[in-house]
């Protein structure tokens, strides 16, 4: 079946720093890839659309300089939460579409946790 | 607006059988997903309903009317690997799964 991976599973980084996470669908080529932000308890909230070769679409509210999104293959996509601070300190989330599917399910990476000190 | 309404949370019975609700409202509709998220992983797939009816699918079934904007997931012989969060997920006209905060299932001994 479809595979998603995203590295790393977590993250530790100090205030002011940049973090890069990985997003890769391991059998299948995604044009599109999501990336979403979880709070604790609360809903999956998307972030952002991923395109491979063009820029990403950002959701109402996300900083697009703060969180930068590179689709550079069909296969790979990278978050790079730029100057992090506390507040970013989140589950962050990305997943795709396996166009062979017709039914358009959402295959989720593992997740990455980042913790801003 | 589009939203969608589900119990915060849940308790049950190993063995037993759990019905979990949820009515949406989106602008449009391309069916419905429900997704399982252990606490700290990413969400997995559990279900897909674009038509009315109950889909089975071992011990999970999924029901949808759309008309009522309605869909319940079934769960049955609960074990107690089956305690997580339940995403019930409509995907609207532009393709975006739309996302409540979904149910948390505690199952108990």
């Known amino acids: 079946g479809a595979v998603v991976s995203q590295h790393p599973s977590r993250v530790i980084c100090k205030s002011g720093t940049s973090v890069k996470i990985e997003c890769r669908s391991l059998?299948?080529?995604?044009?599109?890839m999501f990336w979403y932000r979880q709070f604790p308890k609360k809903s999956l909230m998307l972030m952002a659309t991923?395109?491979?070769?063009?820029?990403?679409?950002?959701e109402q509210g996300v900083e697009k300089d703060k969180f930068l999104i590179n689709h550079a293959s069909l296969t790979l996509s990278t978050l790079t939460v730029t100057s992090a601070h506390p507040e970013d300190s989140s589950f962050y989330i990305c997943?795709?579409?396996?166009?062979?599917?017709?039914?358009?399910?959402?295959?989720f990476g593992e997740g990455s946790r980042l913790t801003v000190l | 607006g589009q939203n969608i309404d589900q119990p915060t949370e849940m308790t049950a019975t190993e063995g037993a059988i759990v019905q979990i609700n949820c009515t949406y409202q989106?602008?449009?509709?391309?069916?419905l997903f429900w997704y399982q998220q252990h606490a700290g992983e990413a969400p997995t797939f559990l279900s897909y309903n674009v038509l009315d009816g109950l889909e089975e699918k071992g011990r999970f079934s999924s029901f949808l009317s759309r008309s009522k904007g309605y869909s319940y997931l079934l769960l049955k012989e609960l074990q107690m690997k089956d305690s997580a969060s339940y995403l019930c997920a409509p995907m609207d006209s532009n393709y975006q799964l739309i996302w409540g905060a979904g149910t948390k299932l505690i199952i108990k001994p």
């Open positions: 059998d299948f080529q995604a044009t599109t």
């Open positions: 997943s795709a579409r396996d166009p062979r599917r017709d039914t358009g399910e959402l295959f």
């Open positions: 989106t602008s449009g509709f391309n069916g």
């Open positions: 991923s395109n491979e070769g063009s820029k990403a679409t950002y």
